[in-house]
Protein backbone atom coordinates (compact mmCIF):
# COMPACT_ATOMS: atom_id res chain seq x y z
CA UNK A 1 0.00 0.00 0.00
CA UNK A 2 2.79 2.36 0.23
CA UNK A 3 3.02 4.82 -2.43
CA UNK A 4 5.88 6.29 -4.21
CA UNK A 5 7.41 9.12 -2.78
CA UNK A 6 10.38 11.35 -4.51
CA UNK A 7 12.93 11.39 -1.82
CA UNK A 8 11.87 8.46 0.45
CA UNK A 9 10.33 5.83 -0.10
CA UNK A 10 10.96 3.71 3.06
CA UNK A 11 7.61 3.39 5.78
CA UNK A 12 9.39 2.51 8.73
CA UNK A 13 9.41 5.45 11.67
CA UNK A 14 12.50 6.32 13.18
CA UNK A 15 10.89 7.58 16.47
CA UNK A 16 12.00 4.28 18.15
CA UNK A 17 15.32 3.64 20.29
CA UNK A 18 18.27 2.23 18.25
CA UNK A 19 17.05 -1.47 19.56
CA UNK A 20 13.53 -0.86 17.65
CA UNK A 21 11.81 0.07 15.09
CA UNK A 22 8.10 0.12 14.29
CA UNK A 23 7.07 -0.87 11.27
CA UNK A 24 4.27 0.63 8.80
CA UNK A 25 1.30 0.21 7.53
CA UNK A 26 0.82 -3.51 9.06
CA UNK A 27 -1.74 -5.51 7.46
CA UNK A 28 -3.87 -6.98 10.23
CA UNK A 29 -7.03 -9.39 9.88
CA UNK A 30 -9.91 -8.08 11.65
CA UNK A 31 -12.44 -11.29 13.25
CA UNK A 32 -15.98 -11.11 14.42
CA UNK A 33 -18.46 -8.18 12.45
CA UNK A 34 -16.69 -5.52 11.32
CA UNK A 35 -17.22 -2.47 8.88
CA UNK A 36 -16.41 -2.85 5.56
CA UNK A 37 -12.66 -3.08 4.77
CA UNK A 38 -11.84 -6.31 6.50
CA UNK A 39 -8.34 -5.60 7.67
CA UNK A 40 -7.00 -2.69 10.28
CA UNK A 41 -3.81 -0.49 8.94
CA UNK A 42 -1.88 1.63 11.11
CA UNK A 43 -1.47 4.50 9.02
CA UNK A 44 1.85 5.84 9.15
CA UNK A 45 3.43 9.17 7.06
CA UNK A 46 5.47 8.33 3.52
CA UNK A 47 8.34 10.13 5.10
CA UNK A 48 11.08 7.87 6.97
CA UNK A 49 11.66 10.05 9.83
CA UNK A 50 8.54 10.58 11.79
CA UNK A 51 9.59 13.98 13.07
CA UNK A 52 8.20 16.68 11.18
CA UNK A 53 9.70 19.46 12.17
CA UNK A 54 11.64 21.19 9.50
CA UNK A 55 14.91 23.61 11.00
CA UNK A 56 15.33 25.53 7.53
CA UNK A 57 13.20 28.71 9.70
CA UNK A 58 14.93 28.14 13.27
CA UNK A 59 18.30 27.01 11.95
CA UNK A 60 19.07 28.68 8.88
CA UNK A 61 22.04 30.60 10.65
CA UNK A 62 23.12 28.13 12.93
CA UNK A 63 26.54 27.63 13.52
CA UNK A 64 27.27 23.59 12.35
CA UNK A 65 28.74 21.44 14.69
CA UNK A 66 32.66 21.04 14.07
CA UNK A 67 33.50 17.38 12.33
CA UNK A 68 32.84 14.37 14.97
CA UNK A 69 36.49 13.37 16.37
CA UNK A 70 37.46 10.54 15.76
CA UNK A 71 35.80 7.16 17.13
CA UNK A 72 38.99 6.62 19.20
CA UNK A 73 38.68 9.82 20.67
CA UNK A 74 35.10 9.83 21.91
CA UNK A 75 34.22 5.84 22.43
CA UNK A 76 36.52 4.81 25.16
CA UNK A 77 37.30 1.71 25.95
CA UNK A 78 37.15 1.66 29.27
CA UNK A 79 34.08 -0.27 30.66
CA UNK A 80 32.81 2.62 32.55
CA UNK A 81 32.65 4.84 29.66
CA UNK A 82 30.25 2.26 27.43
CA UNK A 83 26.99 2.52 26.80
CA UNK A 84 24.83 0.76 29.53
CA UNK A 85 22.46 -1.75 28.92
CA UNK A 86 19.53 -0.47 30.54
CA UNK A 87 18.13 2.77 29.97
CA UNK A 88 18.48 5.22 33.17
CA UNK A 89 14.54 6.47 33.45
CA UNK A 90 14.67 9.18 35.21
CA UNK A 91 17.19 11.00 33.18
CA UNK A 92 15.47 13.88 31.45
CA UNK A 93 17.17 14.00 27.99
CA UNK A 94 17.58 17.07 26.13
CA UNK A 95 15.99 18.55 23.35
CA UNK A 96 17.88 17.72 19.35
CA UNK A 97 14.68 19.47 17.70
CA UNK A 98 17.13 22.71 16.46
CA UNK A 99 20.35 20.21 15.70
CA UNK A 100 18.20 18.15 13.39
CA UNK A 101 20.41 18.83 10.08
CA UNK A 102 23.44 18.74 12.08
CA UNK A 103 23.18 15.53 13.41
CA UNK A 104 21.60 13.67 10.06
CA UNK A 105 19.69 11.79 12.15
CA UNK A 106 15.84 12.17 14.04
CA UNK A 107 16.75 14.42 16.77
CA UNK A 108 14.11 12.29 18.61
CA UNK A 109 16.60 9.13 18.35
CA UNK A 110 18.58 11.02 20.20
CA UNK A 111 16.30 11.98 22.69
CA UNK A 112 15.68 8.35 23.35
CA UNK A 113 19.25 7.18 23.05
CA UNK A 114 20.63 9.47 25.73
CA UNK A 115 19.08 7.72 28.47
CA UNK A 116 21.34 5.28 27.59
CA UNK A 117 24.64 7.51 27.55
CA UNK A 118 27.09 6.15 30.49
CA UNK A 119 26.65 8.00 33.58
CA UNK A 120 29.87 10.23 33.15
CA UNK A 121 28.37 11.98 30.08
CA UNK A 122 24.57 12.35 30.96
CA UNK A 123 25.22 15.54 32.21
CA UNK A 124 27.81 16.76 29.47
CA UNK A 125 27.23 19.48 27.24
CA UNK A 126 24.68 18.57 24.80
CA UNK A 127 27.47 18.87 21.72
CA UNK A 128 29.64 16.18 23.30
CA UNK A 129 26.70 14.04 24.13
CA UNK A 130 25.43 15.09 20.12
CA UNK A 131 28.99 13.65 18.97
CA UNK A 132 29.21 10.52 21.32
CA UNK A 133 25.73 9.48 19.80
CA UNK A 134 26.65 10.80 16.17
CA UNK A 135 29.27 8.11 16.49
CA UNK A 136 27.31 5.19 17.45
CA UNK A 137 24.28 5.77 15.35
CA UNK A 138 26.76 6.00 12.19
CA UNK A 139 28.22 2.64 12.70
CA UNK A 140 24.95 0.95 13.53
CA UNK A 141 22.97 2.16 11.08
CA UNK A 142 22.15 1.52 7.30
CA UNK A 143 23.37 3.90 4.61
CA UNK A 144 19.37 4.70 3.86
CA UNK A 145 18.70 5.02 6.90
CA UNK A 146 21.51 7.89 7.38
CA UNK A 147 20.68 9.40 4.48
CA UNK A 148 16.85 9.99 4.58
CA UNK A 149 16.65 12.99 7.11
CA UNK A 150 18.45 14.57 4.49
CA UNK A 151 16.94 13.68 1.75
CA UNK A 152 13.95 14.61 2.95
CA UNK A 153 15.03 17.71 4.12
CA UNK A 154 16.18 18.77 0.80
CA UNK A 155 12.77 17.78 -0.66
CA UNK A 156 11.31 20.05 1.47
CA UNK A 157 13.64 22.85 0.65
CA UNK A 158 13.51 22.35 -3.22
CA UNK A 159 9.91 22.87 -2.95
CA UNK A 160 9.54 25.78 -0.96
CA UNK A 161 12.52 27.66 -2.76
CA UNK A 162 10.44 26.99 -5.84
CA UNK A 163 6.54 26.98 -5.14
CA UNK A 164 5.13 30.67 -5.10
CA UNK A 165 2.12 30.52 -2.31
CA UNK A 166 -0.73 31.68 -3.92
CA UNK A 167 -3.05 33.12 0.03
CA UNK A 168 0.17 34.34 1.88
CA UNK A 169 -1.78 35.13 4.59
CA UNK A 170 -2.28 31.31 5.55
CA UNK A 171 1.23 30.73 6.04
CA UNK A 172 1.53 32.50 9.64
CA UNK A 173 -0.96 32.12 12.24
CA UNK A 174 -4.04 34.62 12.35
CA UNK A 175 -6.33 33.00 14.52
CA UNK A 176 -9.05 35.60 14.16
CA UNK A 177 -9.17 34.85 10.65
CA UNK A 178 -8.81 31.45 10.44
CA UNK A 179 -11.58 29.97 13.22
CA UNK A 180 -14.68 30.72 13.82
CA UNK A 181 -15.31 32.84 17.54
CA UNK A 182 -17.16 30.27 19.43
CA UNK A 183 -14.12 28.03 18.82
CA UNK A 184 -11.75 30.83 19.78
CA UNK A 185 -13.91 31.87 23.22
CA UNK A 186 -13.59 28.47 23.98
CA UNK A 187 -9.93 27.83 23.56
CA UNK A 188 -8.96 31.96 25.19
CA UNK A 189 -10.94 30.32 28.57
CA UNK A 190 -9.45 27.11 28.24
CA UNK A 191 -11.88 25.04 30.81
CA UNK A 192 -13.43 22.01 30.33
CA UNK A 193 -16.49 23.52 30.65
CA UNK A 194 -15.91 25.87 27.56
CA UNK A 195 -14.49 23.10 25.80
CA UNK A 196 -17.19 20.97 26.62
CA UNK A 197 -20.09 24.56 25.36
CA UNK A 198 -18.92 24.24 22.12
CA UNK A 199 -18.19 20.38 21.63
CA UNK A 200 -20.70 17.01 20.87
CA UNK A 201 -19.28 13.77 22.00
CA UNK A 202 -20.97 11.81 19.81
CA UNK A 203 -19.78 8.54 20.99
CA UNK A 204 -16.90 8.25 24.10
CA UNK A 205 -13.64 10.05 22.62
CA UNK A 206 -14.64 11.41 19.55
CA UNK A 207 -15.33 15.12 19.78
CA UNK A 208 -17.13 17.45 17.01
CA UNK A 209 -17.32 21.01 16.91
CA UNK A 210 -17.22 24.34 14.45
CA UNK A 211 -13.71 25.23 14.07
CA UNK A 212 -12.65 27.25 10.88
CA UNK A 213 -14.36 29.60 9.22
CA UNK A 214 -15.74 29.19 5.33
CA UNK A 215 -13.15 31.99 4.53
CA UNK A 216 -10.30 30.18 5.53
CA UNK A 217 -11.33 26.66 3.99
CA UNK A 218 -11.74 28.26 0.67
CA UNK A 219 -8.34 29.93 1.11
CA UNK A 220 -6.68 26.43 1.62
CA UNK A 221 -8.39 24.83 -0.71
CA UNK A 222 -7.17 26.71 -3.45
CA UNK A 223 -3.90 26.64 -2.25
CA UNK A 224 -3.75 23.39 -2.19
CA UNK A 225 -5.37 23.43 -5.77
CA UNK A 226 -2.79 25.91 -6.53
CA UNK A 227 0.22 23.70 -5.34
CA UNK A 228 -1.12 20.47 -7.08
CA UNK A 229 -1.50 22.32 -10.23
CA UNK A 230 2.34 23.59 -9.62
CA UNK A 231 3.33 19.87 -9.22
CA UNK A 232 1.61 19.01 -12.58
CA UNK A 233 3.19 21.88 -14.58
CA UNK A 234 6.61 21.24 -13.38
CA UNK A 235 6.21 17.43 -13.24
CA UNK A 236 8.11 17.57 -9.05
CA UNK A 237 7.11 14.11 -7.83
CA UNK A 238 5.69 14.34 -4.71
CA UNK A 239 5.51 12.23 -1.44
CA UNK A 240 1.93 11.13 -0.45
CA UNK A 241 0.49 12.26 3.12
CA UNK A 242 0.73 8.66 4.38
CA UNK A 243 0.81 4.63 3.41
CA UNK A 244 -3.22 4.55 2.48
CA UNK A 245 -3.71 7.78 0.57
CA UNK A 246 -3.15 8.46 -3.39
CA UNK A 247 -4.29 11.82 -3.44
CA UNK A 248 -3.70 14.95 -1.30
CA UNK A 249 -0.70 16.53 0.06
CA UNK A 250 1.64 17.06 2.86
CA UNK A 251 1.10 20.99 4.00
CA UNK A 252 4.19 21.11 5.96
CA UNK A 253 6.37 20.42 2.95
CA UNK A 254 5.32 23.28 1.11
CA UNK A 255 5.75 25.92 4.19
CA UNK A 256 2.73 25.57 6.04
CA UNK A 257 4.67 23.82 8.95
CA UNK A 258 4.94 26.65 11.08
CA UNK A 259 0.99 27.67 10.75
CA UNK A 260 0.54 23.89 11.73
CA UNK A 261 2.87 23.89 14.71
CA UNK A 262 1.38 26.91 16.41
CA UNK A 263 -2.42 25.40 15.75
CA UNK A 264 -1.12 22.47 17.79
CA UNK A 265 0.82 24.17 20.06
CA UNK A 266 -2.04 26.93 20.70
CA UNK A 267 -5.55 25.23 20.17
CA UNK A 268 -5.30 21.47 19.62
CA UNK A 269 -2.70 20.97 22.93
CA UNK A 270 -4.81 22.39 25.35
CA UNK A 271 -8.11 20.55 24.40
CA UNK A 272 -6.05 17.16 24.23
CA UNK A 273 -4.30 17.98 27.77
CA UNK A 274 -8.52 17.84 29.07
CA UNK A 275 -9.51 14.93 27.08
CA UNK A 276 -6.89 12.94 26.43
CA UNK A 277 -4.33 13.00 29.09
CA UNK A 278 -3.81 9.48 29.22
CA UNK A 279 -2.42 9.23 25.44
CA UNK A 280 0.70 11.99 26.00
CA UNK A 281 -2.68 15.03 25.09
CA UNK A 282 -0.31 17.43 27.22
CA UNK A 283 2.64 16.54 25.90
CA UNK A 284 1.89 17.13 22.06
CA UNK A 285 5.19 18.14 20.36
CA UNK A 286 5.52 17.18 16.93
CA UNK A 287 3.06 16.90 13.90
CA UNK A 288 2.31 15.82 10.51
CA UNK A 289 -0.57 18.04 8.40
CA UNK A 290 -1.96 17.15 5.16
CA UNK A 291 -5.23 17.25 3.30
CA UNK A 292 -6.63 14.39 1.83
CA UNK A 293 -9.10 14.40 -1.19
CA UNK A 294 -12.06 11.62 -1.82
CA UNK A 295 -14.05 11.56 -4.82
CA UNK A 296 -14.64 9.48 -7.93
CA UNK A 297 -11.78 10.54 -9.29
CA UNK A 298 -9.31 10.73 -6.28
CA UNK A 299 -9.16 8.06 -3.42
CA UNK A 300 -12.87 6.84 -2.92
CA UNK A 301 -13.20 5.42 0.57
CA UNK A 302 -10.35 4.68 3.12
CA UNK A 303 -10.09 1.43 4.95
CA UNK A 304 -10.31 0.62 8.93
CA UNK A 305 -6.88 1.48 10.24
CA UNK A 306 -5.27 3.48 13.43
CA UNK A 307 -3.41 6.50 12.99
CA UNK A 308 0.27 7.01 13.44
CA UNK A 309 -0.42 10.26 16.24
CA UNK A 310 -1.84 10.57 19.70
CA UNK A 311 -4.24 12.86 18.77
CA UNK A 312 -5.89 13.32 15.16
CA UNK A 313 -7.59 16.47 14.37
CA UNK A 314 -9.60 15.77 11.15
CA UNK A 315 -11.43 19.07 9.95
CA UNK A 316 -13.77 18.65 6.74
CA UNK A 317 -12.51 21.49 4.23
CA UNK A 318 -15.33 21.16 1.56
CA UNK A 319 -16.64 21.13 -1.27
CA UNK A 320 -19.73 19.29 -2.38
CA UNK A 321 -20.19 15.96 -1.97
CA UNK A 322 -22.26 12.89 -0.78
CA UNK A 323 -21.39 9.90 1.41
CA UNK A 324 -17.96 9.67 2.60
CA UNK A 325 -19.19 8.91 6.16
CA UNK A 326 -16.56 8.48 8.88
CA UNK A 327 -16.86 5.33 10.77
CA UNK A 328 -15.46 4.76 14.26
CA UNK A 329 -14.95 1.57 16.33
CA UNK A 330 -13.53 2.20 19.97
CA UNK A 331 -9.82 2.92 21.20
CA UNK A 332 -7.42 0.07 21.21
CA UNK A 333 -3.65 -1.05 21.38
CA UNK A 334 -1.47 -2.31 19.37
CA UNK A 335 -2.01 -6.16 21.02
CA UNK A 336 -5.71 -5.65 20.63
CA UNK A 337 -6.50 -3.19 17.56
CA UNK A 338 -8.20 -6.41 15.71
CA UNK A 339 -10.66 -7.03 18.87
CA UNK A 340 -14.28 -6.87 18.59
CA UNK A 341 -16.19 -4.07 18.57
CA UNK A 342 -18.71 -3.15 21.44
CA UNK A 343 -22.14 -1.78 20.68
CA UNK A 344 -21.86 1.33 22.13
CA UNK A 345 -18.51 1.71 20.55
CA UNK A 346 -20.25 2.35 17.13
CA UNK A 347 -20.42 6.02 15.45
CA UNK A 348 -20.74 6.70 12.13
CA UNK A 349 -20.16 10.46 11.09
CA UNK A 350 -21.09 12.62 8.75
CA UNK A 351 -18.53 15.40 8.01
CA UNK A 352 -20.00 18.96 7.68
CA UNK A 353 -17.31 22.01 5.86
CA UNK A 354 -15.71 23.90 8.69
CA UNK A 355 -16.43 21.56 11.45
CA UNK A 356 -13.24 19.53 13.25
CA UNK A 357 -13.70 15.99 14.46
CA UNK A 358 -10.91 15.10 17.51
CA UNK A 359 -10.12 11.71 18.24
CA UNK A 360 -7.25 9.30 19.80
CA UNK A 361 -5.05 8.10 17.45
CA UNK A 362 -5.56 4.23 18.30
CA UNK A 363 -9.22 5.04 17.76
CA UNK A 364 -10.01 2.85 14.70
CA UNK A 365 -11.90 4.68 12.02
CA UNK A 366 -12.52 4.52 8.68
CA UNK A 367 -14.00 6.62 5.73
CA UNK A 368 -17.38 5.18 3.64
CA UNK A 369 -17.02 5.84 0.08
CA UNK A 370 -17.62 9.34 -1.32
CA UNK A 371 -20.08 8.68 -4.06
CA UNK A 372 -20.50 12.24 -5.54
CA UNK A 373 -18.12 15.46 -5.73
CA UNK A 374 -15.23 16.45 -4.05
CA UNK A 375 -14.39 15.56 0.06
CA UNK A 376 -11.63 17.28 1.37
CA UNK A 377 -9.85 17.13 4.86
CA UNK A 378 -7.26 18.81 6.58
CA UNK A 379 -5.76 16.17 8.57
CA UNK A 380 -3.19 17.32 11.49
CA UNK A 381 -1.56 14.12 13.23
CA UNK A 382 -0.11 15.12 16.50
CA UNK A 383 2.09 13.25 18.78
CA UNK A 384 4.01 13.08 21.83
CA UNK A 385 7.46 12.08 22.31
CA UNK A 386 6.86 11.92 25.55
CA UNK A 387 4.20 9.22 26.04
CA UNK A 388 5.65 7.19 22.91
CA UNK A 389 8.85 6.90 24.96
CA UNK A 390 7.14 6.11 27.75
CA UNK A 391 4.56 3.33 26.26
CA UNK A 392 7.85 1.20 25.29
CA UNK A 393 7.97 0.32 28.96
CA UNK A 394 4.47 -0.58 29.73
CA UNK A 395 2.30 -3.58 28.54
CA UNK A 396 -0.92 -3.09 30.36
CA UNK A 397 -3.06 -0.15 28.18
CA UNK A 398 -6.01 0.22 30.79
CA UNK A 399 -6.13 3.70 30.79
CA UNK A 400 -6.76 4.34 27.01
CA UNK A 401 -7.78 1.04 25.31
CA UNK A 402 -11.13 -0.21 26.07
CA UNK A 403 -9.69 -4.68 25.50
CA UNK A 404 -7.16 -3.65 28.18
CA UNK A 405 -10.05 -2.19 30.10
CA UNK A 406 -11.95 -4.98 30.17
CA UNK A 407 -9.25 -7.95 30.63
CA UNK A 408 -8.24 -5.89 33.71
CA UNK A 409 -11.91 -6.02 35.07
CA UNK A 410 -12.63 -9.47 33.87
CA UNK A 411 -9.20 -10.75 36.10
CA UNK A 412 -10.45 -8.23 39.25
CA UNK A 413 -13.75 -10.29 38.69
CA UNK A 414 -12.69 -13.57 38.57
CA UNK A 415 -9.90 -12.73 41.87
CA UNK A 416 -13.40 -11.28 43.83
CA UNK A 417 -14.76 -14.34 42.37
CA UNK A 418 -12.20 -16.83 43.74
CA UNK A 419 -11.96 -14.82 47.12
CA UNK A 420 -15.88 -15.40 47.36
CA UNK A 421 -15.76 -19.05 47.01
CA UNK A 422 -12.47 -19.68 49.08
CA UNK A 423 -14.61 -17.90 52.15
CA UNK A 424 -17.21 -20.14 51.56
CA UNK A 425 -15.14 -22.87 51.38
CA UNK A 426 -13.60 -22.03 54.93
CA UNK A 427 -17.37 -21.32 56.41
CA UNK A 428 -18.21 -24.73 55.46
CA UNK A 429 -15.08 -26.25 56.93
CA UNK A 430 -15.49 -24.64 59.98
CA UNK A 431 -19.74 -25.30 60.12
CA UNK A 432 -18.53 -28.95 59.67
ZN1 LIG B 1 -5.13 -3.19 24.91
Keep these: MSQDGAAATATT?????????????????????????????????????????????????????????????????????????????DHKPDSYEDMELELGFSPLLFSSLERYLPPALLNASRNSKANYMSQILLRYSTEGERNRVQKHKEYRQKIISNYQPLHRELYAMHASNFFVPSFLKAVSENTVESFRSVMSEPSPGVFAFEMLQPRFCEMLLAEVENFEKWVHETKFRIMRPNTMNKYGAVLDDFGLETMLDKLMEEFIRPISRVFFPEVGGSSLDTHHGFVVEYGMDRDVDLGFHVDDSEVTLNVCLGKQFSGGELFFRGVRCEKHVNSETQPEEILDYSHVPGRAVLHRGRHRHGARATTSGHRINLLLWCRSSVFREMRKYQKDFSGWCAECQREKKERQRQSVAATKLELLRREGEAAS
Excluded: H, Y
Design 13 to 89: TASATVTERVPAAVDRRISGPQPPANAIRNVNNNNGSRTDKSNSSKNGNGALMPPPPPPSQVLPTDSSNRIRLNPNV
